[in-house]
């Protein structure tokens, strides 16, 4: 039987009984309790998977979602989910509705939701209450003609495409007719936008390439509601602009009450000014300095609380996002270096959101991993970035959202459950198995958010559960370089006491006192902190995680 001991005192052994243990975790807590190099924050929180509330998808790794929804679809006042579903070829998948039972879990509904007919190849779906009767229609992008479907109040729709002006087919002059669907055009987005101030949603498309005869890239469109629901075909009123477009972000970028545009390009972006009555001026040479990019996601919203929206651009293809802030009057300041983290991935999807109800716009962003080729990446962790209330962003991913690899390609954040924190659904890409990548893994994946503040026992075991899976994989082999003695013993020794206290902690969660629970945390947190004595027992990525972990929990308290 061991015994350690250390400046803190006796630390105990394996053989000491329940209430030795308390006071020990007692002495500790009189300790001052130490955060380590970060000051504590408030709002902590941690994402659970519940993904196994969502019906299961046999299709899953053949297809690839690229967009879902949350929307009270049905009426009855919680957030149900629309998926979109397409491929990386021309091969349709059948999209799906799911009817949430009002406590975050989800059947599957779309037999009777849906209106019958082939399947397409989806890329969006928006909705708004088109016709003016109270409820929320919607407009699904394909690759090929796009879908109006018009809601009867109970999570039934029609179809009403016929109201939906469809674009003229490309080709040469002469060229015969017809031409295969996904020849007319490959719609990226279509979104709502009451852009010519009239009371009713008119929507935007946002088109690639129709292969062959589109390259470098398609008109975008912009069609007018008539506030019944049917849309007519404009001319004149968005520049032209041919671009390899993925999509709009819209908002007020200069302060004059109505909803300009930010065209999102692979390629470079463009600034649209509304003059009031839905005619839009590219204003780009004098409000955003850009260069050709990436970029799959922009994002309008203030991030730095001044009352005014900035510009969030996500990017693909290995390059850096970029943060642009607004100086009230529409005019954009790159502030990347200063603002984000750097990371080069591929990026799909931004959303700006509360996470952690602190008040200010945090950012979740959904990535397929490194390019490779067609459709193929390699797959990686999505991050979180948490905002310090002025738009400076620190990545907040571990321990708090979910470290698996995958290839996200959408996200959606909405209060599921009812409990007044927003929670996740992640879509991704499954597709065929390629030589070289993980095998695919398309099921959508849900979040339930846990926030810190109302349910602190449960984010202390949580971080417990943690912080023993790590103590537990420490190898005390010093040839493995994650234990700081040159003697094998002395690290498994060390490792004892680690795993000691991870004990307690996993153990104590459900009942033990908080400043017990805090006072193991704290004691582990000097172990691997080269603040504070004795010298750090643990080095590398494993002991940047059991810190990252004790500050999560002495955070999570304050």
Same mark, same amino acid.
């Given at each position: 039987?061991?015994?350690?001991?250390?400046? !803190?005192?006796?630390?105990?052994?394996?053989?000491?009984?329940?209430?030795? +243990?308390?006071?020990?975790?007692?002495?500790?807590?009189?300790?001052?309790?130490?955060?380590?190099?970060?000051?504590?924050?408030?709002?902590?929180?941690?994402?659970?998977?519940?993904?196994?509330?969502?019906?299961?998808?046999?299709?899953a790794?053949?297809?690839?979602?690229?967009?879902?929804?949350?929307?009270?679809?049905?009426?009855?006042?919680?957030?149900?989910?629309?998926?979109?579903?397409?491929?990386?070829?021309? @091969? &349709?998948?059948?999209?799906?509705?799911?009817?949430?039972?009002?406590?975050? /879990?989800?059947t599957?509904?779309?037999?009777?939701?849906?209106?019958?007919?082939? &399947?397409?190849?989806?890329?969006?779906?928006?909705?708004?209450?088109?016709d003016?009767?109270?409820?929320?229609?919607?407009?699904?992008?394909?690759?090929?003609?796009n879908?109006?479907?018009?809601?009867?109040?109970?999570?039934?729709?029609s179809?009403?495409?016929?109201?939906?002006?469809?674009a003229?087919?490309?080709?040469?002059?002469?060229?015969?007719?017809?031409?295969?669907?996904?020849f007319?055009?490959?719609?990226?987005?279509? +979104?709502?936008?009451?852009?010519?101030?009239?009371?009713?949603?008119?929507?935007?498309?946002?088109?690639?390439?129709?292969?062959?005869?589109?390259?470098?890239?398609?008109?975008?469109?912009?069609?007018? /509601?008539?506030?019944?629901?049917?849309? @007519?075909?404009?001319?004149?009123?968005?520049?032209?602009?041919?671009?390899?477009?993925?999509?709009?972000?819209?908002?007020?970028?200069?302060?004059?009450?109505?909803?300009?545009?930010?065209?999102?390009?692979?390629?470079?972006?463009?600034?649209?000014?509304?003059?009031?009555?839905?005619?839009?001026?590219d204003?780009?040479? @004098?409000?955003?300095?850009?260069?050709?990019? %990436?970029t799959?996601k922009?994002?309008?919203?203030?991030?730095?609380?001044?009352?005014?929206?900035?510009?969030?651009?996500?990017?693909?293809?290995?390059? #850096?996002?970029?943060?642009?802030?607004?100086?009230?009057?529409?005019?954009?300041?790159?502030?990347?270096?200063?603002?984000?983290?750097?990371r080069?991935?591929t @990026?799909?999807?931004?959303?700006?959101?509360?996470?952690?109800? !602190?008040?200010?716009?945090?950012?979740?962003?959904?990535?397929?991993? !490194?390019?490779?080729g067609?459709?193929?990446?390699?797959?990686?962790?999505?991050?979180?970035?948490? /905002?310090d209330g002025?738009?400076?962003?620190?990545?907040?991913?571990?321990?708090?959202?979910d470290?698996?690899?995958? +290839?996200?390609?959408?996200?959606?954040?909405?209060?599921?459950?009812?409990?007044?924190?927003?929670?996740?659904?992640?879509a991704?890409?499954?597709?065929?198995?390629?030589?070289?990548?993980?095998?695919?893994?398309?099921?959508?994946?849900?979040?339930?958010?846990?926030?810190?503040?109302?349910?602190?026992?449960?984010?202390?075991?949580?971080?417990?559960?943690?912080?023993?899976?790590?103590?537990?994989?420490?190898d005390?082999?010093?040839?493995?370089?994650v234990?700081?003695?040159?003697? #094998?013993?002395? /690290?498994?020794?060390?490792?004892?006491?680690?795993?000691?206290?991870?004990?307690?902690?996993? %153990?104590?969660?459900?009942?033990?006192?908080?400043?017990?629970?805090?006072?193991?945390?704290?004691?582990? #947190?000097? +172990?691997?902190?080269?603040?504070?004595?004795?010298?750090d027992w643990?080095?590398?990525?494993?002991?940047?995680?059991?810190l990252?972990?004790?500050?999560?929990?002495?955070?999570?308290?304050?």
């Open positions: 039987m061991h015994r350690f001991c250390s400046r !803190d005192g006796w630390l105990g052994t394996a053989a000491r009984n329940g209430a030795s +243990r308390l006071a020990l975790l007692t002495v500790v807590a009189a300790a001052p309790v130490v955060v380590g190099q970060s000051e504590a924050r408030a709002g902590e929180f941690y994402l659970e998977d519940v993904t196994a509330r969502l019906p299961v998808d046999p299709d790794n053949i297809k690839d979602t690229l967009d879902v929804d949350l929307a009270d679809i049905d009426g009855d006042g919680d957030l149900d989910m629309f998926v979109v579903d397409g491929s990386g070829s021309v @091969t &349709p998948f059948p999209n799906k509705v799911f009817a949430n039972d009002g406590h975050g /879990n989800f599957d509904v779309t037999a009777t939701a849906l209106p019958p007919g082939p &399947p397409a190849n989806s890329t969006e779906v928006e909705f708004a209450d088109i003016g009767d109270g409820d929320l229609d919607a407009v699904v992008s394909n690759l090929g003609g879908q109006l479907l018009v809601n009867d109040g109970a999570g039934h729709f179809d009403a495409s016929a109201n939906l002006a469809q003229v087919p490309p080709g040469p002059p002469g060229f015969s007719v017809p031409f295969p669907p996904f007319i055009e490959i719609s990226a987005e279509a +979104r709502f936008a009451d852009v010519d101030g009239d009371g009713d949603p008119d929507i935007l498309i946002a088109n690639e390439n129709p292969l062959p005869f589109g390259p470098p890239g398609d008109f975008n469109r912009l069609l007018l /509601n008539d506030g019944s629901g049917v849309f @007519t075909e404009t001319q004149g009123r968005l520049p032209v602009s041919i671009n390899q477009s993925a999509g709009y972000a819209v908002g007020d970028i200069d302060g004059d009450g109505d909803l300009d545009l930010i065209e999102v390009n692979i390629g470079a972006n463009n600034v649209f000014i509304n003059d009031g009555a839905g005619y839009f001026t204003e780009t040479a @004098t409000r955003l300095v850009t260069s050709p990019r %990436s799959r922009g994002i309008l919203a203030d991030v730095d609380h001044d009352g005014d929206l900035d510009f969030f651009e996500g990017n693909s293809r290995n390059e #850096q996002n970029r943060l642009f802030l607004n100086d009230g009057t529409g005019v954009f300041t790159d502030v990347t270096d200063t603002h984000l983290p750097v080069l991935d @990026t799909t999807d931004v959303d700006l959101v509360d996470i952690d109800l !602190d008040g200010d716009l945090d950012a979740y962003i959904t990535n397929v991993g !490194d390019f490779v067609g459709h193929g990446f390699i797959g990686d962790q999505d991050q979180i970035l948490l /905002n002025a738009g400076h962003y620190t990545d907040g991913s571990y321990p708090r959202g470290d698996r690899s995958g +290839r996200g390609t959408n996200a959606e954040w909405g209060d599921i459950d009812g409990d007044g924190d927003p929670d996740l659904v992640v991704n890409s499954g597709g065929t198995d390629q030589p070289g990548l993980p095998p695919p893994d398309g099921a959508e994946r849900l979040y339930v958010n846990h926030t810190c503040d109302t349910e602190l026992r449960a984010c202390l075991g949580f971080a417990a559960g943690l912080v023993s899976s790590e103590v537990g994989a420490l005390p082999d010093p040839a493995a370089g234990m700081t003695s040159p003697h #094998q013993a002395v /690290n498994e020794a060390r490792q004892q006491v680690l795993a000691f206290f991870a004990g307690q902690l996993v %153990s104590g969660a459900p009942q033990a006192p908080i400043p017990a629970l805090l006072a193991g945390f704290v004691f582990i #947190q000097r +172990r691997v902190d080269g603040d504070h004595p004795p010298p643990v080095q590398g990525a494993a002991a940047d995680r059991l990252i972990l004790s500050t999560f929990a002495v955070d999570a308290a304050h």
